[in-house]
């Protein structure tokens, strides 16, 4: 596979804390379309992994290409706001003086996209995640589901090429965690976006993925192709 013919391309790719090393001469191709979980142990590297993803690090050797554009090396960093994607973290990351509608809005501003085309995506981004009357609520009164949905609209509403899961669910309770989980999976088919999605749950990871990459010292370890049968929403 050619680096252009898939969504995600890491080669090579090594990174170290302070001469610490986490990731190394790690590969791996994330075909369009396609949900990835990444399963490891704690510390093996999943969110160093997907912060290189994300443009918050750079790897200190080896390359990643996003389709045939290089985002990424040593040498060079295309910056997080250029990159095409959209990020949910387990700890929400909302902006607690932004109501719900100015949080999924966030994004569309940054792009400068007219008023008229923002209300309307933010519109259809809260629907998608069922907070469309949510809309003027302050991140504060919401629950802890519901503010991940925000944050998840927040993902979605520019449409971008990839989304990036950082153990979205794991602050919440199991029966709501099967709940988002299964939406999230919903959302994704719908949309087609190409996503990496981190978990320490192998469940969650079944429900939502075409495939589950295993970490461990520092590279990719084993993958597995996810049937339906295997728990895979469809
Ligand atoms: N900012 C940092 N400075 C130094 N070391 C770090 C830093 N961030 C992470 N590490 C170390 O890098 C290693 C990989 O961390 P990482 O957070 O990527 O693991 P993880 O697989 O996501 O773990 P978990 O499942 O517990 O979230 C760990 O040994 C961690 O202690």
Redesign the pocket.
């Known amino acids: 596979m050619t680096p252009s013919s898939c969504a995600i391309s890491l080669q090579g790719i090594h990174y170290a804390?302070?001469g610490?090393t986490?990731l190394n001469a790690l590969d791996l191709k994330v075909e369009s379309g396609e949900v990835v979980a990444l399963l490891?142990?704690?510390?093996?590297?999943?969110?160093?992994?997907l912060k290189l993803l994300a443009g918050l690090l750079q790897p200190q050797r080896g390359e990643i290409y996003f389709g045939s554009q290089r985002v990424a090396s040593a040498n060079s960093m295309l910056p997080p706001e250029q990159r095409d994607l959209g990020m949910v973290f387990q700890d929400y990351a909302l902006w607690p003086h932004m109501s719900v509608a100015q949080n999924v809005d966030f994004p569309l501003r940054m792009r400068k996209i007219p008023l008229s085309e923002r209300q309307l995506r933010v519109r259809t981004a809260l629907d998608r995640v069922g907070l469309t009357e949510m809309a003027n609520r302050k991140p504060s009164d919401l629950s802890g589901g519901q503010q991940q949905r925000v944050a998840l609209a927040r993902a979605i509403v520019a449409g971008p090429q990839i989304l990036l899961f950082d153990?979205p669910l794991s602050n919440l309770d199991s029966e709501l965690r099967e709940t988002l989980c299964r939406e999230i999976a919903g959302l994704l088919r719908q949309s087609g976006t190409t996503a990496v999605y981190?978990t320490?749950d192998r469940h969650e990871a079944e429900l939502l993925a075409d495939r589950i990459v295993h970490?461990s010292f520092g590279a990719v370890s084993a993958i597995r192709t996810v049937t339906s049968s295997s728990g895979k929403s469809t």
């Open positions: 804390f302070a610490n986490v490891g142990p704690s510390g093996c590297g999943k969110s160093t992994l153990e981190v320490h970490l």
